[in-house]
Each structure stands twice: as structure tokens, then as C-alpha cells.
């Protein structure tokens, strides 16, 4: 699924080239500071727990959801020279949820891997998803014939705070929780120019992160509070466009961007053992509409 909707988004950038037309810069303005909301889809490692006589799950997370997602933006550009200093802090939300009744299920305890007294009834999941962090560094931007070619440094700062709340028969049975703290920096390759003659901007971004991923579990028939953690060095790749218009002289913009995160936690269960970190890859798409202030 996740090759499918990059290829796509391919092929819908390459139908735009011959549409290009380039300029050096498109805006010659010191301070661009802009506010973006928009829809925020997610891609993550799916989330297991309880199993039917069949061996099926009973309640589960499959990491695809629809959120919602803001930006806060600042561009400060030193005119008359190629460099500029670029900000950006942000927000996303996400949740779903999931329920069954079976007459017979068993549900693995995290704290050491036996079953809970959870064995028949109603077994309901709620998943919330907070993404927040910061970007800041320095972009130089070269004039061409093709327009503006820049290439810029970041420090990145990322969390990712996922937390299950099970409970069976109306009762609170089981929280978990899954925090990634991800720090790195991030490499930035752009251009500037028209796109049916709109002023626009393309960004190639590569991220290198030191991601630190910790598991807690809690509840009253755990037997104890189950921690973990674990260390990756995962590595993301992004690519964003943005496209400005302007209505009766307030400046909009549209970005539609695509991030694959090359390693992101889930939780692994053994029988008779505590559960541990597993990782597996993400994806998360953007759809962001912005006011330039």
C-alpha cells in the first residue's frame, strides 16, 4: 500500500514538468512567518492484543488513521546575500478504535508473557497518536536559469506519544504506551519557481535521527508495571511541494507532502516472557492549507 501511494505521488509530480516555468526567487520579502492546518494521514506499525479461538486478534490498531495536523512557519531571508534562516514547529493528532465479544479469547499478559483473567466478554481498544517537534537551521539559495536552487542544513527534533487503553467489560484492563523521541539533523535540497504560473517551492529532505523508543504497560492485574526500551538510528526521507496564491492580497498556500520513516517502534509479544520493541517502517502523508502572515 505504502509503494503504491509513493509511486503515485511520483508520476503526479513528473505530469507537472511541462507546466514548469522558472524565475530566481519567488518573493523578495525579509520575514515570511505563516500558520497551516490541515489533514494528516498515518502510516505506522499495527498494534495487536487478545486472541480467539481461531488464533485471530480481538482487538488491534492497524496503524492507518486520519488526523489532523498544524504548522507554525518562519523564513528569514538576508537580502542581497543566499542565505536565509527557516523555523517550523508543529502538531498532529490522530486516534481510532476497535471492540469485539468473544466467548472464548486469551489475552497475554505484557508484564510476563501468561494469560490475564480476561476470557470471555467485551474487549474494547482506544489508540491516540500526539506527533510533535521542531525544525531550525540555514538555507542558501543560487540563482539559475531554472530558478532558485538551494540546498540548507537542519537541527530536527521529533516525538511520537502512542497510547492503547483496553478495557474489558467497560473496566480499564490494560494501558500501554510507546514514546519515540527522535533527534537529528536533516539535509534540505529545494527549488524555486512557477507552476501554472503560481509561485512554488519543491523540497527533497533527508533526515538522520538517533531514535530512542520506550515501552511502559500498566494495570491492575499486570502483576507489576512491564518498561522497556530501545536504541535505532533510522534514517527518513521526505518530499514536500508547496504552491502560493494570493486573494484579494492575503497570500495562501497549499503543501502536499510525503515522509517514510525508515524505522519506528511496535510491540512485541512472547509467550512467558515480557513484552519487548520491535520495529518496523512508516509512512505519513500531508495535505496543509497556510495564511502567510
Known amino acids: ?21 522558472a524565475q530566481t526567487t519567488i518573493t523578495d520579502r525579509p520575514w515570511d512567518v505563516s500558520v497551516g492546518n490541515g489533514l494528516w494521514g498515518v502510516f505506522l506499525p499495527k498494534y495487536e492484543l487478545g486472541v480467539d479461538g481461531a488464533l485471530n486478534p480481538m482487538v488491534q490498531d492497524s496503524g492507518d488513521s486520519l488526523g489532523y495536523q498544524g504548522d507554525l512557519k518562519l523564513v528569514r531571508r538576508f537580502l542581497h546575500t543566499r542565505t536565509s534562516v527557516e ?14 465479544f468473544g466467548e472464548s479469547f486469551s489475552v497475554m499478559n505484557p508484564y510476563d508473557g501468561d494469560a490475564m483473567d480476561a476470557t470471555s466478554g ?27 536552487l538551494s540546498a540548507g542544513c537542519q537541527f530536527s527534533y521529533m516525538m511520537f506519544d502512542q ?8 473496566s ?25 504560473h503560481q509561485p512554488s517551492i519543491l523540497d527533497l529532505t533527508l533526515g538522520f535521527y538517533q531514535l530512542r523508543s520506550d515501552y511502559r504497560a500498566t494495570g491492575e492485574g499486570l502483576g507489576g508495571v512491564a518498561e522497556t ?12 511541494f508547496t504552491t502560493y496564491r494570493e486573494v484579494r ?9 510525503v515522509t517514510h520513516l525508515g524505522k ?23 495535505l496543509m492549507f497556510e495564511i502567510l502572515l
Open 163 to 170: 497510547q492503547f487503553d483496553v478495557t474489558h467489560e467497560g
Open 229 to 240: 526500551y530501545q536504541y535505532a538510528n533510522p534514517t527518513t526521507i521526505e518530499g514536500a
Open 249 to 257: 492580497k492575503v497570500r495562501l498556500g497549499t503543501t502536499v507532502a
Open 264 to 286: 519506528m517502534p511496535s510491540i512485541s509479544r512472547s509467550p512467558n516472557s515480557q513484552a519487548t520493541i520491535a520495529m518496523d517502517d512508516g509512512l505519513l502523508l500531508k
Open 1 to 21: 500500500m505504502r509503494q503504491v501511494i509513493i509511486f503515485t505521488l511520483t508520476v503526479a509530480s513528473l505530469s507537472l514538468v511541462s507546466s514548469l516555468s
Open 122 to 148: 467485551a474487549l474494547s481498544l482506544k489508540s491516540e497518536l500526539d506527533h510533535y517537534g521542531y525544525d531550525i537551521g540555514l538555507r542558501d539559495t543560487w540563482q539559475t536559469r531554472i530558478g532558485g
Open 87 to 100: 523555523a517550523r514547529a508543529f502538531y498532529g493528532f490522530a486516534q481510532s478504535s476497535d471492540s469485539a
Open 172 to 196: 480499564g484492563l490494560l494501558e500501554e504506551e510507546l514514546s519515540s523521541t527522535l533527534i537529528g539533523g536533516k539535509a534540505v535540497f529545494g527549488w524555486e519557481g512557477f507552476v501554472f
